[in-house]
């Protein structure tokens, strides 16, 4: 599965834009970006998936450009409980043999006030 | 209703004693697994079920044995516990084996060997 580089924290303010970029220059042709949200002492949450181009729903925006080689998950107008790990996954397409998360560092969001 | 439960939430127990850790989806999921997150926060995958059949089987020590008695239950047995078996266990499941389905995860449960 191909790496995934983000950063290891971010701090915003509360009604903030918050955009999280992460590299992924190795992705294969049948990776999707998928990113998942985990708050202390819960597990991953997924938030959001994509192919390419955009893809919006109630909870992010993700933008990957038309080389793939990266991607931004956009949180519009955080509050406090946005507070969270954030992970970027590139994930295998349709294998067969099995579908295997392969999470990095993730990325630290702190919200404050 | 909880969609992925796991217990129990924490668990303390001593080197050398045996545990079990129970996994439930209610959500009608093909595929469950059980991942591990140390105390450094990586998460890594241990075990992958589909329908009951082992499909994913990480370099993870014998000790550690999953048990999915049917499509809705995934549970993992250790033996032997180990001081560095302490971690967050956690379980979840997809639809499928396809990498568009997202993952619902449990909220973990806290292995704590002393």
């Known amino acids: 599965l191909a790496k995934t580089t983000q950063p290891i924290s971010m701090d915003s303010y509360e009604g903030q834009e918050v955009n999280i970029t992460c590299s992924h220059n190795?992705?294969?042709?049948?990776?999707?970006i998928t990113w998942y949200q985990q708050f202390p002492s819960q597990g991953p949450r997924f938030i959001i998936q994509?192919?390419?181009t955009k893809v919006t729903n109630e909870v992010a925006s993700l933008f990957i450009p038309a080389d793939r080689k990266s991607s931004t998950l956009s949180l519009p107008r955080v509050s406090l409980s946005d507070t969270a790990v954030y992970y970027c996954l590139s994930t295998g397409g349709l294998t067969g043999g099995g579908n295997k998360l392969t999470f990095g560092t993730g990325t630290q969001l702190k919200v404050e006030l | 209703d909880t969609a992925v439960s796991q217990t129990p939430k924490y668990l303390v127990t001593q080197m050398g004693n045996d545990k079990s850790i129970k996994c439930e989806q209610n959500l009608g999921h093909d595929t469950m697994y059980w991942y591990k997150q140390d105390s450094k926060k990586f998460l890594k995958i241990m075990f992958s079920?589909?329908?009951?059949?082992?499909?994913i089987n990480e370099t993870v020590p014998n000790r550690f044995s999953p048990k999915s008695p049917d499509k809705a239950h995934l549970n993992l047995h250790i033996n032997s516990l180990e001081l560095g078996d302490s971690a967050v266990y956690f379980c979840?499941?997809?639809?499928?084996?396809?990498?568009?389905?997202?993952?619902?995860f449990g909220s973990g449960t806290r292995l704590t060997v002393v």
């Open positions: 994509g192919y390419k």
């Open positions: 079920y589909n329908n009951k059949e082992l499909i």
């Open positions: 190795n992705i294969a042709t049948n990776d999707y």
């Open positions: 979840a499941s997809s639809p499928g084996t396809a990498a568009n389905y997202g993952y619902t």
